[in-house]
């Protein structure tokens, strides 16, 4: 409903404020979006909507195209675990043994964190705002928010399973460095652990005619393992794919009740 009469005496008032608040703050959005230029001609424009490769290479869900395997997460192969494995410190060996499929946290429809959220067989989203980029995954209806707008990691800040992210772009690669990722989320399907001293490290890129996004993810973690290792996966776009809602809403718990 429009009230003219207190419409025309705050025409003025708004105005002046809107010009205010535009010229002091201007500067700094405009810089931040200068930062993410936008454009199918764009390489760091990621916009759209990602499906995982695996949904095409081991689910059947369509012609993968040129879309690369992932290297370790979705469906790991054995021998990829077991490389990452003989890595693992006493500590991470403890935490490997007592994982179970029954306890694991993705089978109680609990966070996934910030690396296995990419291994759902469900299609993620990037969002570019100015000073921010957002991933929105369709499973378990997940955010990520990756700061771009300079600010470092927060001293005081407590884990949580997405950690806190932010980011740079080095040329049209997009680097994401993660810290405060709480211990209760795993790295894959098949129970490899991660301390929250975990550093994570990702470089995320178009590549092939910019049809395909790959991701590149570093695991710096001196208490679970004895050295840094990668893993790589790849994710197709999907021009007519669209996130739609996910329900987790049947929760069973599937460990085996104390004796």
């Given amino acids: 409903m429009t009230r003219p009469g207190v419409l025309t005496g705050l025409a003025t008032l708004v105005t002046a404020s809107a010009v205010a608040l535009l010229a002091a ?15 199918p001609a764009s390489g760091r424009d990621f916009s759209g909507v990602w499906m995982p490769s695996h949904w095409y290479h081991l689910l059947g869900g369509g012609d993968p195209g040129n879309v690369p395997r992932n290297t370790l997460f979705s469906f790991p192969l054995p021998k990829a675990v077991a490389e990452r494995e003989a890595l693992l410190t006493p500590w991470g060996w403890e935490r490997r043994k007592a994982w179970t499929p ?3 946290p993705d089978a109680r429809c609990l966070s996934p964190g910030a690396v296995r959220s990419y291994q759902s067989p469900y299609p993620i989203e990037f969002l570019a705002t100015p000073g921010r980029m957002t991933i929105l995954f369709e499973y378990q209806h997940l955010v990520r928010r990756i700061y771009m707008d300079g600010r470092g990691h927060p001293k005081d800040f407590d884990v949580a399973p ?7 772009w080095d040329g049209d690669t997009l680097v994401v460095e993660t810290v405060g990722l709480a211990d209760t989320t795993l790295l894959n399907a098949t129970g490899l652990p ?23 993810f570093r695991v710096d973690d001196p208490v679970a393992y004895t050295k840094p290792w990668t893993a790589t996966s790849y994710f197709k776009r999907d021009p007519a794919g669209q996130i739609i809602e996910y329900n987790c809403d049947l929760v069973v718990d599937y460990r085996k009740p104390a004796p």
């Fill in 162 to 168: 997405m950690g806190h992210s932010i980011g740079r």
């Fill in 194 to 216: 991660h301390s929250d001293q975990m550093r994570l490290t990702e470089r995320i890129r178009k590549i092939l005619d910019g049809n395909v996004l790959e991701i590149e």
């Fill in 25 to 39: 703050g201007a500067a700094g959005a405009w810089a931040a979006a200068a930062q993410t230029p936008q454009g």
């Fill in 102 to 104: 029954e306890s694991d």
